[in-house]
C-alpha cells in the first residue's frame, strides 16, 4: 500500500483511504462492525474501537499475529516498522520473523487493529490498553513500564542521585534526566559496559526478571547487590517493597525481543499412519452404516414411549445409563448419538403433562430414504450442530450437572472447530491420518489462548530477593482450553459417524466439507490450509511468497446452508456405491434363530424386530424366536399362518420344524383367556383353566374371584392382570368392551411435528456478497453527506438540514433542473431519522422520485417526510 501525501490522523482517516475491497475484507472478519450497518466511516472506526469489539476480533488472531499486536502495545505510539522488527526479531534478526512479519501486519491492517503508514504505526487505543502492561494487568510479553513510566512519581533529586550512580552527567531537570537514563539503557554497547561492572548476584536477579514477571519484593534494606541495581535504575521502586525491571533494560537483556518464543509459522500436521484411500473409505462406510443401524436402534427401542424428561430438562444418569446398555456401548458414546439424533430432528420431547421422549414425524421420513440420504443427514446435523454432547456429565458455572438433552450444552465454536478439524485432515494426503497432539497444536497456534501464548503468561510474584520469571503451565492451561477439547471430541465422532476411516478423512467427509476432491492431493499436512501463505496485504521489500500446491479452495470453512446441502447431497451419491445392499432374505436355523447376512430390507427388518428378539449384532445380526417374541407378533395382529408364510417367503432354508412347532404351539394358546376391564376380568370357555389358574398361589396377587363358571373378576387393572397371567406360562389376549382382541401394534409413540435445535451462532453471521455491497454503499454514501462541504450552513453536531417546506420544495425543484445533487434529512414511518444523498428525477403530487446514492437505487420519497435539504458543493 503507496503511503498518502498526508498521513491518516485517525482510524476513520485511514478507513477512507481503503477500497471497496479492502473495506468488504474488514467487514467479513469483522461481522459484528455491520450489526447495524454504520451511518459513516467515523461511526465504523468508533464502533471497531469498542472494547468488545476489539476483544473479538484479538481472539480470532493467530499466534503470530497476536505476537505482533503485543510487541506494538509495548513499543512506541506511533512505532515504525524498523521498531516492530526488532521486537520481534530480535538483533540476530531471525529470518523466518522477517518474511513472516510483512503478513501479520497486513492482517491486523485488515482487521482495523493497526492503521498508519510504515513510519507511523498504531494499534488502536483499545487493544493497546487491553495489551499493554500494567501492576494489575501484566503484558504477556513479560515486560514492565518505561523508564519514563516507571520514575513518573519519583522525586527530581533521587532521580539524578540514578544518573549520577549510572555514570551519566547530571541534568537540569528531571525530563531531560529521564531522557538521559533511557538513551542508556537502549544504547547495546553502554549497557553492556555497565552490565560488566555489576556483582554475579546482581546478575542472578536480572536473568530472573528478564522473562517476567519483571516486578519483585525488596526488604527495606536491601542487599549489597540489589541496592547496586537499585542505585542504578536497573531497578526502579513502583511501591513500598516492590520494585521493576524497567522495559529498556529487559529489553537489552532479550537481545532486543519482545518475546521469548516468536512462532512465525504454523506447526505442521504431522501424519501419524498412512492407508490406502480405498481402505479409508470401505472403513469409514462401515462405520457410517454402524451409525444408521444405532440410530434405529435407539429410536426403535424409544418407540412407545422414550424415557421421561427431567424437571429442569434433558435425561436422567439413570436413563443414560439404560440407554448405554441398551445399545451396548459407554455412556458418552450413547450421550454422543441421542445429541445427534436430537439435532436431526429425529427425537424431541412430546410436551404432554407426562412429558416424554420420543421420535418425531420426521424420523419416519427419515427411515423411508436411501441409506446414503439418511446418512447425510446425520453427518450435516453433526457438523453444524453447536449442541456438544461431550459436556454431558459435566458441570455449569452454578456447579449442575450438564445432562444429555439438557440445557447448558452449546457451545458457539463447535461448528467452526470442526470444520477446522476435518479442513486439517483434507490437507494431508489422502489416506494419512494425523496424530492428535499436532491438530491440537496447529489449533492452538490458529486459535491460542490469549495470554497463553508461548509461555509469556506472567503469573506469579516475585520472592523476597526478586521474583522468578517462570511462566506458568502455559501449555497445560492450553490443553484444557475449550477449542482443544472440542478438536478431541471431533476426531472420535467423526470416526464414529464414518466421516473418517482409520483416522484419514474419507472422501464421503471430504465432498461434506465441500472441498473439491481433484484439488486435494498429497501435501506436507500444514501448507494446504497454513494462514501465513496467504497474503492479506503487501510483503515487505524483496519478500516473495511461498507457493503451496494442492490446496483445497475453500480451506473447509463453513458453508451457507444452501452450500452446505449440496455438498451433503455429494457426499450421499460417494458413500451410496460403497454402503451394502439390503437383503430381502434370512437363513433359519434348527436352533430357534435366523441370521441375516447383511442389512434386510424395511418391511423384513421391521417384521422380524416384532417376530423375534436381537440376540448378537455385527456383521451378521442373530435373531431369536421365542414363546415371548411369537406372542408378540400375534398381539400385532398376525395369525400363525401369516407367521408361517412370512418366514418362507424370506429364508433361503427351509423353515426348521422345531419352529413351526413353536408358532402353531404359542398360536393354539394364545387368545384361549380374555382379559377385559371390570376393574378387569378374565373369560375362558374352558373353566378348567379358570380353576387352574385360581389354585395357583402366584395368583394371589391378583385377588381373583370367580363370577360365573367361564369368568373370574380382579382386582388388578388389566395390564397388571395380562403380564400376571404370562408370567405363569399362560398366553392371554386383551379384549374390547365389544369383546373382539384388542390388537397391539408397535411404533405407536410419535411426538406433535417439531424441528431440529436451531445452533446458537458464534456472534453475528458472516455476511454475504450482497449484503456487503450493500453496506458499502450505504456508508459511503452516508460518510460523503457527512463530510462533504455543503452550499448552506449544516447544522451543528450532524443533525438532520432542517428547512421550510417551502425551501425543502423550492430546493428540490430547482436540483431536478440543474442535475444537483441534495443532502436530506428523511423520517420514516416509524420515526427512525437518517441522512440520504439523492439526485432528483422530478417531483410531482407531494413526492420526489430520485436516485439514492445511500441504497443505489431509484426511491420516491412524501416531501412531508423530509426534515430539510442541503446542496452539496460542486467540487
Request: one cysteine or more; a negative charge; proline letters at 8%.
Amino acid at each position: 500500500m503507496s503511503t498518502p501525501a498526508t498521513p491518516p490522523r485517525s482510524l476513520a482517516e485511514a478507513l477512507r483511504t481503503r477500497d471497496d475491497a479492502s473495506l468488504a475484507a474488514l467487514l467479513r472478519s469483522r461481522p459484528d462492525l455491520i450489526t447495524p450497518v454504520p451511518t459513516d466511516l467515523t461511526q465504523l472506526a468508533t464502533r471497531a474501537g469498542t472494547r468488545g469489539s476489539v476483544v473479538r476480533a484479538l481472539e480470532r488472531l493467530d499466534r503470530f499475529a497476536l505476537q505482533t499486536a503485543e510487541a506494538l502495545a509495548v513499543a512506541s505510539d506511533p512505532a515504525s516498522y524498523d521498531e516492530l522488527l526488532a521486537l520481534m526479531a530480535g538483533d540476530r534478526r531471525d529470518p523466518a520473523v522477517v518474511h513472516a512479519l510483512p503478513r501479520a501486519l497486513a492482517a491486523l491492517r485488515e482487521q482495523a487493529l493497526v492503521w498508519g503508514a510504515d513510519d507511523r504505526l498504531r494499534l488502536v487505543r483499545t487493544a493497546r490498553e487491553l495489551l499493554a502492561p500494567s501492576p494489575q494487568h501484566p503484558s504477556p510479553t513479560g515486560l514492565g513500564p518505561t523508564v519514563a513510566e516507571a520514575t513518573a512519581g519519583m522525586s527530581p533529586g533521587r532521580i539524578q542521585e540514578i544518573v549520577t550512580a549510572a555514570g551519566l552527567p547530571s541534568t537540569h531537570d528531571p525530563v531531560s534526566a529521564v531522557a538521559s537514563l533511557t538513551k542508556l539503557f537502549t544504547a547495546r554497547r553502554r549497557m553492556k559496559t555497565l552490565l560488566a561492572g555489576a556483582p554475579e548476584e546482581s546478575l542472578e536477579v536480572l536473568n530472573r526478571l528478564v522473562w517476567g514477571p519483571p516486578y519483585g519484593q525488596v526488604t527495606a534494606d536491601p542487599a549489597p547487590w540489589l541496592r547496586w541495581l537499585i542505585d542504578r535504575g536497573l531497578l526502579l521502586p513502583t511501591a513500598p517493597g516492590t520494585v521493576v525491571l524497567p522495559r529498556e533494560v529487559a529489553l537489552h537483556l532479550r537481545a532486543g525481543r519482545a518475546h521469548r518464543e516468536v512462532e512465525p509459522v504454523a506447526p505442521a500436521v504431522e501424519a501419524k499412519a498412512t492407508h490406502r484411500p480405498q481402505v479409508v473409505d470401505t472403513t469409514a462406510a462401515g462405520q457410517a452404516y454402524t451409525a444408521l443401524a444405532t440410530v434405529e436402534e435407539l429410536l426403535k427401542d424409544w418407540d412407545e414411549g422414550g424415557p421421561a424428561v427431567m424437571r429442569a430438562g434433558g435425561l436422567s444418569v439413570r436413563d443414560l445409563k439404560r440407554t448405554a446398555v441398551a445399545l451396548d456401548v459407554a455412556e458418552p458414546v450413547a450421550a454422543f448419538w441421542v445429541e445427534l439424533a436430537y439435532a436431526a430432528g429425529l427425537l424431541a420431547s412430546d410436551g404432554d403433562a407426562d412429558e416424554r421422549y420420543a421420535a418425531t414425524p420426521a424420523y419416519d421420513e427419515w427411515l423411508d430414504q436411501p441409506a446414503a440420504q439418511r446418512w447425510a443427514r446425520l453427518a450435516e446435523a453433526w457438523l453444524t450442530a453447536t449442541r456438544t454432547s461431550g459436556l454431558v456429565g459435566g458441570r455449569d458455572a452454578k456447579d449442575r450437572t450438564l445432562s444429555a438433552l439438557g440445557p447448558g450444552l452449546d457451545r458457539s465454536a463447535a461448528p467452526e472447530v470442526r470444520h477446522r478439524v476435518l479442513g486439517l485432515l483434507a490437507g494431508l494426503p489422502e489416506g494419512a491420518s494425523p496424530s492428535a497432539e499436532s491438530v491440537l497444536a496447529r489449533l492452538r497456534w490458529e486459535r491460542p489462548v490469549r495470554g497463553a501464548g508461548g509461555g509469556q503468561r506472567s503469573t506469579g510474584g516475585a520472592g523476597s530477593t526478586a521474583g522468578s520469571a517462570e511462566g506458568a503451565g502455559a501449555g497445560a492451561q492450553a490443553d484444557d482450553d475449550l477449542r482443544s477439547r472440542l478438536a478431541r471430541w471431533t476426531l472420535g465422532e467423526a470416526e464414529m459417524l464414518g466421516v473418517t476411516g482409520r483416522g484419514a478423512l474419507s472422501r464421503q467427509g471430504r465432498a461434506l466439507l465441500g472441498l473439491g476432491l481433484e484439488s486435494v492431493g498429497a501435501g506436507d499436512g500444514a501448507n494446504p490450509s497454513d494462514p501465513s501463505a496467504s497474503s492479506t496485504g503487501p510483503s515487505g521489500p524483496g519478500d516473495k511468497l511461498p507457493v503451496h500446491h494442492h490446496r483445497p479452495p475453500t480451506h473447509a470453512d463453513p458453508l451457507s446452508p444452501a452450500e452446505q446441502a449440496a455438498a451433503s447431497a455429494a457426499a450421499a451419491r460417494i458413500l451410496a456405491p460403497l454402503l451394502p445392499e439390503p437383503l430381502d432374505h434370512v437363513l433359519l436355523q434348527a436352533d430357534l434363530t435366523a441370521v441375516a447376512p447383511g442389512p434386510l430390507e424395511r418391511p423384513l427388518a421391521d417384521m422380524l424386530d416384532v417376530l423375534a428378539d436381537v440376540e448378537s449384532k455385527g456383521g451378521a445380526t442373530v435373531y431369536r424366536f421365542t414363546p415371548g417374541s411369537v406372542r408378540r407378533a400375534l398381539d400385532a395382529g398376525r395369525s400363525a399362518s401369516d407367521l408361517h408364510d412370512f418366514l418362507t417367503a424370506h429364508s433361503r432354508t427351509p423353515v426348521p420344524q422345531p419352529l413351526a412347532y413353536l408358532i402353531d404351539d404359542v398360536a393354539r394358546r394364545h387368545g384361549h383367556l380374555r382379559i377385559g376391564a371390570a376393574s378387569a376380568y378374565v373369560r375362558c370357555d374352558d373353566d378348567a383353566v379358570l380353576s387352574e389358574i385360581l389354585a395357583d398361589k402366584r395368583s394371589a396377587g391378583l385377588r381373583l374371584r370367580r363370577l360365573a363358571p367361564t369368568v373370574l373378576a380382579a382386582q388388578a387393572d388389566p395390564a397388571a392382570l395380562l403380564d400376571g397371567l404370562r408370567a405363569m406360562g399362560f398366553a392371554p389376549a386383551a379384549e374390547s368392551a365389544e369383546g373382539d382382541v384388542v390388537i397391539t401394534r408397535a411404533h405407536a409413540r410419535r411426538t406433535p411435528p417439531r424441528t431440529a435445535p436451531d445452533p446458537v451462532p458464534d456472534g453475528p453471521p458472516t455476511p454475504d456478497t450482497t449484503l456487503l455491497s450493500a453496506a458499502i454503499r450505504a456508508i459511503r454514501a452516508g460518510d460523503r453527506a457527512s463530510t462533504t462541504p455543503l452550499k448552506t450552513t449544516t447544522p451543528p453536531n450532524g443533525e438532520l438540514p432542517r428547512t421550510s417546506s417551502a425551501e425543502t420544495l423550492a430546493t428540490v425543484q430547482a436540483a431536478v433542473l440543474t442535475g444537483t445533487t441534495l443532502w436530506i434529512g428523511y423520517v420514516n414511518a416509524e420515526g427512525a431519522a437518517s441522512q440520504r444523498v439523492i439526485a432528483p428525477i422530478r417531483v410531482e403530487g407531494g413526492f420526489v422520485t430520485a436516485y439514492d446514492h445511500t441504497a443505489d437505487e431509484v426511491r420516491t420519497y412524501p416531501l412531508h417526510r423530509v426534515t430539510g435539504v442541503a446542496e452539496l458543493a460542486e467540487d
